[in-house]
């Protein structure tokens, strides 16, 4: 397998956004009668779509769900992005796979906007060539429909997406790319536990080792140097 285009999932994954997360997550099911959760409870949340946690942690009726989402969203905006920052080695990484001319793209189940107004937060939006997320009423945020997207939006833009890879930390990510038909990388530095590796071709345990290993694939460009 040779791969020609790299999709990153971003929480857990490019960055480190449970404290915002679940600061906002805590305050939002409190505010809506659920019970007082401690953050670290609610790291376990940290990927999947935010309306599936709402909806189980609080009691909160189908039909008032959009409410608590709006609300937690408000938050998120207002205070818990700020609360979050690039792991590790994922700048070098992203540096190094951009010198090899390899296309990257974010593919996450957070929405699109918020995803967007993180990378640029942070300064990692020039990275990539698309960004791929849950629309503004949270459709389409299911994890093999934000990756096809992803390599819609590559292929349209002339990248080469015949060998796609999936970098993620979650089991979601893992299934979902697997329904998507891609090959995925366990992220091992994120918030998943060890068994949620299952069904990924490769774990790596930091940024530096996802690089080496996607190196052993054949991805172009010379030799990857160790991130500073």
Request: charge should be negative; charged fraction near 20%.
């Given at each position: 397998?040779?791969?020609?285009?790299?999709?990153?999932?971003?929480?857990?994954?490019?960055?480190?956004?449970?404290?915002?997360?679940?600061?906002?997550?805590?305050?939002?099911?409190?505010?809506?009668?659920?019970?007082?959760?401690?953050?670290?409870?609610?790291?376990?949340?940290?990927?999947?779509?935010?309306?599936?946690?709402?909806?189980?942690?609080?009691?909160?009726?189908?039909?008032?769900?959009?409410?608590?989402?709006?609300?937690?969203?408000?938050?998120?905006?207002?205070?818990?992005?700020?609360?979050?920052?690039?792991?590790?080695?994922?700048?070098?990484l992203l540096g190094m796979l951009r010198e090899r001319g390899l296309p990257l793209a974010v593919a996450t189940s957070k929405r699109q906007s918020h995803?967007?107004?993180?990378?640029?937060?942070?300064?990692?939006?020039?990275?990539?060539?698309?960004?791929?997320?849950?629309?503004?009423?949270?459709?389409?945020?299911?994890?093999?429909?934000?990756?096809?997207?992803?390599?819609?939006?590559?292929?349209?833009?002339?990248?080469?997406?015949?060998?796609?890879?999936?970098?993620?930390?979650?089991?979601?990510?893992?299934?979902?790319?697997?329904a998507a038909g891609v090959p995925s990388m366990f992220a091992a530095w994120g918030y998943g536990t060890t068994s949620e590796a299952e069904g990924a071709?490769?774990?790596?345990?930091?940024?530096?080792?996802?690089?080496?290993?996607?190196?052993?694939?054949?991805?172009?460009?010379?030799?990857?140097?160790?991130?500073?």
């Amino acid at each position: 397998m040779r791969v020609t285009t790299v999709l990153f999932d971003l929480d857990g994954t490019l960055i480190d956004s449970a404290p915002g997360i679940t600061s906002c997550l805590a305050e939002t099911i409190r505010r809506f009668g659920g019970p007082a959760l401690k953050p670290a409870t609610l790291r376990a949340f940290v990927g999947p779509p935010v309306a599936d946690t709402l909806r189980t942690l609080t009691d909160v009726p189908q039909s008032g769900l959009s409410e608590v989402i709006e609300h937690y969203r408000a938050l998120y905006l207002e205070r818990g992005i700020a609360e979050s920052s690039v792991f590790p080695g994922i700048r070098e990484l992203l540096g190094m796979l951009r010198e090899r001319g390899l296309p990257l793209a974010v593919a996450t189940s957070k929405r699109q906007s918020h995803a967007r107004a993180i990378l640029e937060l942070h300064g990692l939006d020039s990275s990539f060539a698309a960004v791929s997320g849950a629309a503004e009423d949270e459709s389409a945020s299911a994890k093999d429909v934000v990756i096809r997207a992803a390599l819609e939006l590559l292929a349209g833009g002339g990248a080469d997406t015949a060998g796609p890879m999936l970098i993620g930390d979650r089991s979601f990510d893992i299934r979902g790319a697997a329904a998507a038909g891609v090959p995925s990388m366990f992220a091992a530095w994120g918030y998943g536990t060890t068994s949620e590796a299952e069904g990924a071709a490769l774990v790596a345990t930091d940024p530096f080792e996802a690089g080496v290993l996607l190196q052993a694939l054949g991805a172009p460009g010379s030799k990857v140097g160790s991130p500073a």
